[in-house]
């Protein structure tokens, strides 16, 4: 993790690995810069999110909020690739991604020593959903939870992990399922592609699209299960299955994917019914949703759960820039807004990694006074 003080700023982020594009600013800030990185055998840090506090006073929380999503920073995110990105200004949603951020450093702050996802003493209780309703968010047009990988699972295979309850919403999917996967699969009980198949079995229209590099190689033991027709109840529910290949121009004339471009579809999002979404980080994987057991073979991850008309629609636009099609966009009447997702990538894309870079010292992350622990969630 790196901790650093701009425009009177804190500024903290987590690196996986060496931290090597961190260089430049370990030079810059020599004296009041810290990296806090991780290396184990197995599992990897693979979150993206920022969380950020720029009240001046405790009466104005629309200055605190998070911004998480499937875009690394990197060239290739930025320019090639389909990611998505949200906004959501919420005190709690910054309290609950602060306080992971926290795990994740250390406390005191040695380099080492923080709770990443190969260590056991890493907490996992307050990772689980709200027993009500959820934070609120958008003067209460919208709620929303986040769980984080690891995850418990104490009973196999529907613990308290980010797939069960994946698997549960879609599952209860009553009128459409739209997914854009980076990557589906190494469920051993195929949970997640059996979600699917329970909402298209229930009558929900789905659209699904993923990447043609991992159709034909992580991937192709899910979607085998997803386009075999005996896998339905009826005809009927094998029918309201929709496969799509992606468009690998943003915004131009259709140029469809053939493989050659790897992860040419890297959001990792699904919208149900219209009004929630499912985001974040993982890949739809065991080793980024679930916890199997004592393994260690995990990644740090984030899944934010979101119930907002508006987003879900924006996530559909995403969709049907995707593939090409205005299809999906029937399936919400919601009306277009502009609102507060990001779609990556976007007209003048190079100037999204100079702008993210800004965004990282502008919007900064306030240190927890004192640092206090993760139970202040």
Not at 350 to 365: E, G, R
Request: aromatic letters at 10%; one cysteine or more.
């Amino acid at each position: 993790m790196t901790m650093d003080t701009v425009n009177s700023a804190n500024f903290a982020t987590i690196t996986n690995a060496n931290g090597n594009t961190l260089n430049n600013l370990l030079t810059l800030y020599s004296s009041n810069f810290s990296l806090e990185t991780v290396n184990s055998s197995s599992g990897i840090h693979h979150n993206k999110f920022f969380a950020w506090d720029r009240r001046t006073s405790t009466s104005d929380p629309t200055e605190t909020g998070i911004f998480t999503g499937s875009a690394n920073f990197t060239a290739g995110a930025h320019t090639f690739q389909w990611n998505s990105a949200v906004e959501i200004k919420s005190v709690q949603l910054f309290n609950r991604y602060a306080s992971e951020a926290a795990q994740l450093h250390g406390s005191p702050a040695v380099n080492g020593d923080g709770l990443w996802h190969n260590n056991p003493l890493k907490a996992k209780t307050f990772d689980l959903p709200p027993s009500g309703p959820g934070i609120s968010f958008d003067s209460g047009n919208g709620t929303a939870w986040v769980m984080f990988s690891p995850s418990d699972d104490n009973t196999t295979p529907n613990g308290d992990n980010p797939a069960s309850f994946i698997a549960n919403a879609i599952s209860n999917a009553t009128s459409s399922v739209v997914l854009a996967l980076n990557k589906l699969g190494d469920f051993s009980s195929a949970l997640l592609p059996n979600a699917i198949i329970s909402a298209a079995n229930n009558g929900a229209e789905v659209h699904i699209v993923m990447p043609q590099s991992d159709i034909t190689s992580f991937s192709a033991a899910a979607w085998a299960i997803l386009n075999n027709p005996a896998n339905y109840s009826s005809p009927a529910a094998f029918a309201n299955m929709n496969f799509y290949v992606a468009d690998e121009v943003a915004g131009g004339p259709l140029n469809p994917d053939t493989g050659s471009v790897t992860d040419l579809v890297h959001t990792k999002y699904c919208v149900i019914d219209g009004f929630t979404t499912i985001t974040g980080s993982a890949n739809w994987t065991a080793q980024a949703t679930r916890n199997t057991v004592a393994s260690t073979n995990q990644n740090d991850e984030n899944m934010l759960f979101i119930n907002h008309s508006q987003i879900a629609y924006q996530h559909l636009r995403i969709f049907a820039d995707i593939v090409n099609t205005q299809a999906v966009l029937s399936l919400s009447d919601v009306q277009f807004a502009d609102y507060i997702i990001s779609r990556i990538p976007e007209p003048h894309h190079l100037a999204m990694i100079v702008m993210s870079l800004v965004f990282i010292f502008v919007f900064a992350i306030k240190r927890f006074k004192n640092r206090q622990p993760v139970t202040r969630i």
